[in-house]
C-alpha cells in the first residue's frame, strides 16, 4: 500500500438531534483533530446506519442537516477535510458485500447490539431472533466498510464501540489474508475523560433512553434540562460524591482541569444541588453559546449544507472508486481480457506465531505466544489447571486486545503491545 498521511476517520448515525454526548464524544475531538498537521480527516453522516432503526424519512432527512449543521457550526472546516453524506459514496455498501464475504458469522454473533437484542427476547419468553432484522445483525460490516474504504489508521469511538473497532480489524486481516494487503487494520481513540457522557437519568447519553440534552438548545431550554439531571437527596452543606455523579460528569468533559478540582472542592463543602446545577448551566453555555448563530443560520439555509455534502461526496468518492477498482480487480471481478495472475499463496503455517502449553516443576501450566522466529511476545503466569490456559488462550485468538485486558491478571507485564496485537491479528486472519 502507499504511503498516506495518518488518516483519522468518525462518523455519526443521522438517527436524531445532536446531543452533548455526541458533541463531547465525536464532534468536539473530531474537530480539533483536523486542525492537527500531518493529519487527513474524514466526517460522515452515517445515513445507511440510520435505516437500521428509523423507518421515518423526514426524521432521518431532518438529523442529517442537524448533524452536518453542529459539526460546521462547531468548527469543521470542509476545505481541510473529507465532508460527506455516507449515502453519496455507492462504493460502501459495494465494499459491505466484499467484507461479509470474509467475515465469519461467529463474530457477528458476538455483536454487543445483536446479543442485547437476542438476551431481551430471550428473557421474555420469545424467539432468539424475533424483530431482528438482518441489517442489525449486519451492522458492524456497515461500520468495517465505512472505515477501510478510507484506510483510516484511528478511530474515535466510545468505550462501548471499541468491539467494531476490532471486528474491523478482523476483517481487514481476513481479506488482506487472502487478497494481498490492501486494509490498515485500523485503532480505536478514546478520550478517557469523556468516553462515554452520562444522560439526564444517569445512564448512558442516548436517543434510546431519552435521556439527552441537544447540543444547541437555547440558553433556557438548556437551564430546565440541566435542572432535571438526577441528584441524591443530601441537602445544602453535606458532603456530597463526585463519584458516579452525572452533574460532576458532565461538567468534567467541559471543564478545564482547574475548574474540575474547583468544583469537586465544593462538592466536599457541601455545594447545593442548585448552585452546581447553575456552575454546569453557565460552563456548557459559554463554550456552546458562540456556535448558536452558525448553527441556526445553517438550520434556515439547507442548501448550503447540501452544497458542502455533495462537494465532500465528490473528494471522497475521488478516493474510494480508484481504491474500489483495485480490490474487484483483487477478487477476481475484472474484465475477461485481463490477463490471469497468479493468487497471493496463503502463509505458510511455519511463518505464524503460535501458542504453546506447557507445565513446569511447580506443578502449574503456564502458555507463551511466540513470534515465527521463536521470540516470547507474551508470556502467562502460572496458573491451576491446564483448561483455565486453554480457555484463556481461546480467548486471546478470539477478542486480540479485550482479552489482554480482561486477563491482565494471568499475564506478565507485555514490553511490545504493539507486536503481540500483531502477532493475535495474523492469527485470527489464518483462521477465518
Known amino acids: 500500500m502507499s504511503s498516506t498521511p495518518v488518516r483519522f476517520l468518525t462518523g455519526i448515525t443521522t438517527s436524531g438531534t445532536p446531543h452533548l454526548g455526541n458533541y463531547v464524544g465525536s464532534i468536539r475531538p473530531s474537530v480539533r483533530a483536523s486542525l492537527t498537521p500531518g493529519v487527513q480527516s474524514f466526517y460522515f453522516l452515517a445515513d445507511y446506519h440510520a435505516l437500521i432503526k428509523i423507518d421515518e424519512p423526514e426524521r432521518i432527512q431532518r438529523s442529517t442537516l442537524e448533524i452536518a449543521a453542529s459539526w460546521l457550526a462547531a468548527g469543521l472546516d470542509p476545505e481541510r477535510v473529507v465532508f460527506y453524506r455516507q449515502s453519496d459514496v455507492p462504493e460502501i455498501p459495494e465494499l459491505t458485500w466484499f467484507l461479509t464475504c470474509v467475515t465469519g458469522k461467529g463474530v457477528l454473533n458476538r455483536a454487543h447490539a445483536y446479543k442485547a437484542s437476542v438476551d431481551k427476547n430471550m428473557a421474555n419468553g420469545a424467539d432468539a431472533d424475533s424483530d431482528v432484522t438482518a441489517g442489525l445483525f449486519m451492522y458492524p460490516v456497515l461500520m468495517g466498510a465505512d472505515i477501510l474504504m478510507f484506510n483510516a489508521h484511528h478511530v474515535p469511538v466510545g468505550r462501548d464501540q471499541i468491539q467494531h473497532i476490532e471486528m474491523a480489524r478482523d476483517m481487514a486481516n481476513s481479506f488482506n489474508h ?255
Open 178 to 432: 487472502r487478497y494481498g494487503e490492501h486494509f490498515v487494520p485500523p485503532q480505536a481513540v478514546i478520550e478517557e475523560s469523556v468516553a462515554t457522557l452520562p444522560g439526564l437519568d444517569g445512564r448512558k447519553m442516548s436517543k434510546s433512553y431519552d435521556n439527552t440534552i441537544p447540543l444547541f438548545s437555547s440558553r433556557e431550554q438548556l437551564k430546565k434540562l440541566i435542572a432535571g439531571i438526577k441528584t441524591d437527596s443530601r441537602a445544602p452543606g453535606e458532603p456530597k460524591d463526585t463519584e458516579g455523579s452525572a452533574l460532576f460528569q458532565i461538567y468534567q468533559a467541559f471543564a478545564s482541569e482547574v475548574e474540575t478540582q474547583a468544583l469537586r472542592q465544593a462538592y466536599a463543602d457541601g455545594i447545593a444541588w442548585g448552585d452546581a446545577k447553575q456552575i454546569l448551566l453557565e460552563r456548557i453555555d459559554q463554550e456552546v453559546a458562540p456556535m448558536r448563530a452558525r448553527y441556526q443560520h445553517l438550520i434556515e439555509h439547507p442548501e448550503e449544507v447540501e452544497a458542502l455534502l455533495l462537494a465532500g461526496g465528490k473528494k471522497a468518492r475521488a478516493i474510494a472508486t480508484p481504491f474500489m477498482a483495485k480490490l474487484r480487480n483483487a477478487v477476481g471481478l475484472r474484465s475477461l481480457t485481463t490477463g490471469a495472475t497468479q493468487a497471493k499463496p496463503k502463509a505458510a503455517k511455519s511463518s505464524l506465531p503460535a501458542f504453546k502449553q506447557y507445565r513446569e516443576k511447580d506443578g502449574k501450566f503456564y502458555f507463551k505466544l511466540a513470534d515465527a522466529k521463536g521470540v516470547v511476545l507474551l508470556q502467562s503466569l502460572g496458573l491451576e489447571s491446564p483448561k483455565t490456559a486453554g480457555v484463556s488462550i481461546g480467548l486471546l485468538q478470539k477478542d486480540g486486545a479485550c482479552a489482554l485486558t480482561a486477563l491482565a491478571d494471568q499475564l506478565k507485564p507485555v514490553a511490545d503491545p504493539a507486536a503481540v496485537l500483531a502477532a493475535l491479528d495474523a492469527l485470527r486472519a489464518e483462521a477465518a
